[in-house]
Nanobody
Framework: QVQLVESGGGLVQAGGSLRLSCTAS????????MGWYRQAPGKQRELVAT???????NYADSVKGRFTISRDNAKKTVVLQMNSLKPEDTAVYYC???????????????WGQGTQVTVSS
């Protein structure tokens, strides 16, 4: 019923920028938290950044000062602006959201299918 769709991944040179977007659809009342995770080959999935409905943000230490997370509640979209990209940022990036569906009194967590980000040296 609820779906998260990512876009904006691609190939970029070190020092470049990419803008990832994730849009939620379905019978949604509100989305308390939206965020991004990433997983590189052979590594565990890790948190990149999150943002609450009150615009409180949280970033992994490795991306602080380079990445910015924001959201558009009307469009049910979360955006990750990635600047000064490094080869170690190469990974599949996954959108993640805590969603309250219409008629429910609790949150359910959802994942997108992921989008590939590759940064060349």
């Amino acid at each position: 019923q609820v779906q998260l769709v990512e876009s904006g991944g691609g190939l970029v040179q070190a020092g470049g920028s990419l803008r990832l977007s994730c849009t939620a659809s379905g019978n949604i009342l509100r989305i308390p938290v939206m965020g991004w995770y990433r997983q590189a080959p052979g590594k565990q999935r890790e948190l990149v950044a999150t943002i609450t409905s009150g615009s409180n943000t949280n970033y992994a230490d490795s991306v602080k000062g380079r990445f910015t997370i924001s959201r558009d509640n009307a469009k049910k979209t979360v955006v990750l602006q990635m600047n000064s990209l490094k080869p170690e940022d190469t990974a599949v990036y996954y959108c993640n959201s805590d969603v309250v569906r219409v008629g429910y009194a609790f949150v359910v967590n959802y994942w997108g299918q992921g989008t590939q980000v590759t940064v060349s040296s």
